[in-house]
């Protein structure tokens, strides 16, 4: 795991009168955040506070294998009605508590009956983040046919702006129009799950959908188009990709060696932290030539579900709902969550987030700008996206096909949501 750090040293031991909270967290990059506000609800309240965090692209095995042990985590989460299906036995209620008391809109809860089992707790976006300096330097080049950031809104421009900075790269100074993008586990989420969301979300727009045990693939040329972009307009070779890891790829966008970086609201901090500042950050949408692209926002929404263990203590359950409670109504958790986590909480009392993305993103809403929903809650299961990042990754090394990829991503959904209706 990437961050094991037990706030108490008695954190792991048997409860105390107060209870404990052990919390297996998803989000690597907000590790520390979660360590710091966890030592200050210790010093506040007294009360032990565990914070695990998986490493990236492995949570759901971490979970599996922590819920095993005789101190399971006593608050972790689920992405979405898939993740609960699987987890539903050992969720609580928190019907409760004053989260879900204080969500903006009954909409981020999963529900069974009127038990509340999982509630969201941040609102994300994500999309192609830019460095400012280096596309406006394109704009302003002789061999642009694109002249202005604002122009491009579709995947034609977009797909010319692309071509014509890979072309250029010398001139411009950058090894590619895209930073890699890696099919290491600490990175192919990004592609086998968030650029697999916009053929799906158009799909299910086209068809009046919001979930299907069958997908068509009507969009998957879309998607292929797009992959063939960043395979192609890139810092290094296809065949490299499988070794590429999430790292370089935010790495060679921070030294100014990629104009575009496929991310979202969560790296913020960590481009902040390498130099760069919001002068030099913008987020355009993922083009893929679907739908009405001068419409299109940012892809928003959330795949993060609280849940409380329901095999907990009596006195770890009601410890760990006062520990979400205080995070989410107190000044504290909702400055932490803001300004720390730079995340946007669907809570009451939430604090506006200073993160720029963010202000894209409520920008292109107050524009008319139609957000892209995040429908990868309803991708079939962990094997299904694996599926589909392995068929991506041999495509892109020449040793796979299209069809391959075609095959993972329609006949592995059909057979992996009949596996879990059984």
Request: proline share 3%; glycine share 8%.
């Amino acid at each position: 795991m990437a961050s094991s750090v037990l706030v108490s040293a008695t954190g792991c031991g048997k409860s105390s009168k107060k209870g404990k909270v052990y919390y297996l967290n998803f989000k690597p990059e907000q590790d520390a955040a979660w360590q710091e506000l966890a030592a200050k609800y210790k010093d506040e309240k007294g009360v032990e506070v565990k914070v695990i965090t998986a490493a990236e692209g492995t949570y759901e095995q971490t979970l599996a294998t922590e819920m095993d042990k005789k101190d399971a985590p006593t608050l972790f989460q689920v992405n979405g009605p898939v993740g609960l299906a699987k987890w539903k036995d050992d969720c609580a209620d928190m019907s409760d508590t004053e989260a879900y008391k204080n969500l903006t809109s009954s909409d981020f809860a999963l529900k069974d009956g009127d038990k509340v089992l999982g509630i969201a707790y941040v609102i994300e976006t994500y999309g192609l983040i830019y460095n400012k300096t280096l596309l406006q330097k394109y704009c302003d080049s002789d061999f642009a046919t694109v002249k202005s950031i604002d122009d491009i809104n579709s995947f034609e421009k977009l797909s010319t702006v692309a071509n014509e900075i890979q072309a250029n790269k010398d001139a411009l100074g950058v090894k590619g129009a895209f930073s890699s993008p890696g099919m290491d586990s600490s990175s192919d989420w990004r592609f086998k799950t968030h650029l697999a969301n916009l053929p799906i979300y158009f799909e299910y727009q086209a068809d009046g959908i919001g979930d299907t045990d069958a997908i068509k693939g009507t969009y998957l040329d879309n998607y292929k188009s797009i992959w063939d972009l960043y395979i192609t307009d890139t810092t290094c070779k296809p065949t490299e990709l499988a070794s590429k890891t999430g790292d370089e790829s935010r790495e060679e966008f921070t030294k100014g060696e990629a104009v575009f970086f496929q991310n979202g609201t969560w790296e913020y901090q960590n481009l902040k932290d390498a130099g760069l500042t919001d002068d030099d950050l913008g987020m355009l949408p993922i083009y893929v030539g679907a739908g009405d692209e001068a419409k299109q926002g940012l892809c928003t929404g959330t795949e993060n579900y609280w849940c409380i263990n329901e095999e907990a203590s009596d006195a770890d359950k009601k410890a760990t709902k006062e520990f979400i409670d205080w995070c989410v109504t107190s000044d504290e958790g909702t400055t932490a969550m803001a300004e720390k986590m730079n995340f946007v909480i669907p809570f009451k009392g939430a604090k506006e987030s200073s993160n720029v993305f963010v202000k894209i993103d409520q920008a292109n809403t107050a524009a008319g700008k139609t957000p892209v929903s995040w429908n990868f809650p309803t991708m079939p299961s962990e094997e299904w996206k694996n599926g589909v990042g392995a068929a991506l990754t041999q495509y892109a090394a020449g040793t796979g096909d299209w069809e391959s990829v075609k095959k993972a991503f329609v006949d592995n959904w059909a057979t992996e949501k009949s596996k879990a209706a059984k």
